[in-house]
C-alpha cells in the first residue's frame, strides 16, 4: 500500500470527522455516531474473522456482557464507566478465552467454531432474560435526563460527548489494528488464516496465537457494549444478545473488506448510510414497509458478494491508488 | 562426524494400515540423505513422525541427542528441524516475500530482521523477481521454490524436502540440485530429502534409505542400492535408467 497517501486520506478523514460537531445538526451526527460504532465493533471483530481466520457468529455475545456488567455497576451502585469498562474487558476476556479454549483444544474450527459462538451468545442471551439483578427480559434502564454538561466522570452528557468518544475509539482501533497487522502477531495470524498446517510447520503455536486474537477482538468489542449502554441508556436481552446484532456487526467488515483495515470503516458507513438514506426515501414518499432495511441489507450484500468478492475496500484502493 | 538425528524404530498405524513399522535410520550432522521407495510406502508418513504432525506408537525420534518424539509440529520446528509439504501449502493471500517473512518469524519477533532474513532467503532461492506477487499466483515449480524458502527461512539445522523436484523440468531440477548442495557445503545444512525424482537423489545423496510397505529394506550408497535387487524389483523396476 502507498502509505504516504494512506495516511493524508486518513488525515483529512480524521479532520473532517472532528469538526464535523461544529456543522452537522443531531440527525446527521447521530447517524455518524452509529456509523462509528459500527466502525469500532467492526474492526474489533476483524482481529478475529479477518485477521486470524476464525469466524465469529456471536460477537453480540461480548457487546452484551460488556454492555450489562458497566451498566449494572452504575445501575446499583454509582459506580462510572471508567471502572466499569475494565470489568467488562475482563469478563469478556475470560468468556472469549472459555470459548477459544474449548474449540482450539478439541479441534473445533470453521462453521463449528462458528455454531459454538453462537451457542454462547444465546444462551448468554437467555441466562440474562433471567437475571433480575439485571433487570431479566424487562430490561435495564440508565436515568436519562437533559444533559447539557458533560460529567466525564459518569460517561454522562451531550451527544457530542458520546460522538468524540466513539470517534476516539474507532481511530484508536484502527491504530491499533494497523499496528497488529505489521507486528509479528498479524503475520502469524495471517498465516494461520491462510494455512494452519503450514503456519505449525513454521514454529507457529497456533493455539496460543489464536487465543491471543479471540482475546483481542473480545476485549475490543466490550467496550463498544460500555459505549453502548450509556449512549442508548437501555438493554434488553432480546435486542442486544440478539443474533441479528451479531450479523448488523459483521455486515460491514464484510462489505467492506475482510481482514483489511478500511474495510470495517467503509463498510459501516455504507451501509449505515444507505440503510438510512432509504428509510428516509421512503418515508418521504409516504411508503412504509416493515423489515425493507433488512431486505435492503440483503440486496446489497447479495450485491457485494456477485460483483465485489473482496469487499469494496480493495478495489477502490486501487482506484485511490493506495495499492497495486 | 556426529549424528544429527536418530530414528529408532518407529512405528505408527491408522487404524489397521501399518504405515511405518520399527523403522530404524540415522543422518549424521553435514549428510545429504534421500529417502526413497514406491508410493504409499509411508515416506511423508514417516516425514510426519520426525516434523511432528503424529506422534509415533512405538521408537524413538532423537534430534542432536535430545528426544522430539511426540513433539508438536511447532516445537520441532523451533527445535531446529524445517519441512517443505509434498502437496505445496502457500499462504496463497499474502506475498512471496511475506510467505518467507513468517518463517523467519520463529528466530526473532522483530519483523524488519525477519524481512531481511527473508529477502537473503528469497534471493538465493531464486524467487527474487517474485517478491511482491501474492503467493496464489505464483506456478507449481515456484511454489515448490516457495517452500523451500519458508522452510530456509526458519534456520533450520536439519531440513526435511517432501519431493520438491516433482514437476520440475530437468534444468529446474538441477538448479535446484545446486542450490541444495550449495547450502549442504557452504551452510553446514543437513538434509532428509524424500525424492522420486532419481537425477535428483543420485545428484545429492551421500546415503539413501528405502522405504516398502512401512519397513526399511535397503540402505546404503547410492550407487549399492541401485543395484540391490529388491530395491529393483519393487521400486526402480528390472530396466531401472538412472
Given at each position: 500500500m502507498n502509505e504516504r497517501r494512506a495516511l493524508v486520506l486518513l488525515g483529512v478523514l480524521l479532520a473532517v470527522l472532528l469538526v464535523l460537531p461544529a456543522f452537522a445538526g443531531s440527525y446527521l451526527l447521530s447517524v455518524v455516531t452509529l456509523i462509528l460504532f459500527f466502525a469500532y465493533t467492526g474492526q474489533a471483530w476483524n482481529v478475529m474473522?479477518?485477521?486470524?481466520g476464525q469466524l465469529s457468529l456471536g460477537h453480540s455475545l461480548y457487546v452484551g456482557v460488556g454492555a450489562y456488567l458497566a451498566a449494572g455497576i452504575f445501575f446499583h451502585?454509582?459506580?462510572?464507566?471508567?471502572a466499569g469498562v475494565w470489568l467488562a474487558i475482563a469478563a469478556c476476556v475470560a468468556l472469549g478465552c472459555i470459548i477459544g479454549f474449548l474449540a482450539f483444544r478439541f479441534g473445533i474450527s470453521g462453521v463449528y467454531f462458528a455454531l459454538l459462538t453462537i451457542a454462547f451468545a444465546e444462551f448468554t442471551r437467555i441466562g440474562f432474560d433471567h437475571l433480575q439483578w439485571f433487570g431479566g427480559p424487562g430490561g435495564l434502564f440508565l436515568k436519562v435526563a437533559q444533559r447539557d454538561q458533560v460529567d466525564l466522570a459518569n460517561f454522562r452528557g451531550p451527544p457530542t460527548m458520546y460522538y468524540y468518544a466513539i470517534l476516539a475509539l474507532a481511530a484508536g482501533a484502527f491504530a491499533l489494528c494497523a499496528w497488529l497487522l505489521r507486528s509479528r502477531a498479524g503475520f502469524y495470524w495471517q498465516a494461520i488464516r491462510e494455512n494452519e498446517e503450514a503456519a505449525q510447520a513454521l514454529g507457529i503455536n497456533t493455539f496460543r496465537w489464536k487465543m491471543l486474537a479471540v482475546a483481542i477482538s473480545s476485549a475490543m468489542t466490550s467496550v463498544s457494549g460500555v459505549f453502548f449502554a450509556f449512549y442508548y441508556n437501555n438493554l434488553f436481552p432480546e435486542q442486544i444478545f440478539h443474533i441479528s446484532r451479531s450479523i448488523e456487526i459483521i455486515l460491514g467488515p464484510i462489505i467492506g473488506?475482510?481482514?483489511?483495515?478500511?474495510g470495517p470503516v467503509i463498510g459501516a458507513a455504507v451501509l449505515t448510510l444507505l440503510a438510512d438514506g432509504i428509510t428516509e426515501l421512503l418515508a418521504a414518499m409516504g411508503v412504509e414497509v416493515p423489515g425493507i432495511k433488512q431486505v435492503f441489507y440483503g440486496v446489497v450484500l447479495l450485491a457485494v458478494v456477485m460483483f465485489l468478492p473482496n469487499g469494496i475496500w480493495p478495489p477502490l484502493a486501487r482506484k485511490l491508488g493506495l495499492s497495486k | 562426524m556426529s549424528t544429527l538425528l536418530v530414528v529408532d524404530g518407529a512405528a505408527k498405524s491408522f487404524r489397521g494400515l501399518k504405515?511405518?513399522?520399527n523403522a530404524s535410520f540415522e543422518v549424521p550432522q553435514g549428510a545429504i540423505v534421500g529417502l526413497i521407495g514406491p508410493n504409499g510406502a509411508g515416506k511423508t508418513t514417516l516425514f510426519n513422525l520426525i516434523a511432528g504432525v503424529f506422534a509415533p506408537d512405538a521408537g524413538t525420534i532423537a534430534f542432536d541427542g535430545r528426544s522430539i518424539g511426540g513433539l508438536r509440529p511447532d516445537e520441532v520446528c523451533r527445535a531446529g528441524i524445517g519441512r517443505t509439504f509434498q502437496i505445496v501449502k502457500p499462504?496463497?493471500?499474502?506475498s512471496v516475500l511475506d510467505n518467507i517473512v513468517v518463517g523467519a518469524l520463529v528466530r526473532t519477533k522483530h519483523v524488519a530482521e525477519a524481512r531481511a532474513v527473508a529477502e537473503r532467503t528469497l534471493e538465493r532461492i531464486g524467487l527474487g523477481p517474485k517478491?511482491?506477487?501474492?503467493?496464489?499466483?505464483?506456478t507449481l515449480p515456484d511454489r515448490k521454490r516457495l517452500e523451500v524458502a519458508r522452510a530456509l527461512a526458519t534456520r533450520p539445522r536439519l531440513l526435511l524436502l517432501d519431493?520438491?523436484?516433482?514437476?520440475?523440468?530437468p534444468t529446474e531440477t538441477d538448479q535446484m540440485v545446486e542450490v541444495f548442495r550449495d547450502l549442504n557445503r557452504s551452510d553446514g545444512l543437513t538434509i532428509l530429502l524424500i525424492e522420486h525424482v532419481m537425477r535428483a537423489v543420485m545428484a545429492l545423496a551421500q546415503h539413501i534409505v528405502v522405504l516398502h510397505h512401512g519397513e526399511i529394506i535397503a540402505r546404503g550408497a547410492p550407487q549399492d542400492v541401485v543395484k540391490d535387487p529388491a530395491v529393483l524389483e519393487c521400486y526402480l523396476g528390472e530396466e531401472a535408467d538412472i
Open positions: 474473522m479477518g485477521f486470524a451502585y454509582g459506580i462510572g464507566p471508567w473488506g475482510v481482514g483489511t483495515l478500511f | 504405515a511405518v513399522q499462504f496463497a493471500g499474502l517478491r511482491d506477487l501474492p503467493a496464489s499466483s505464483l519431493e520438491v523436484m516433482a514437476g520440475l523440468r
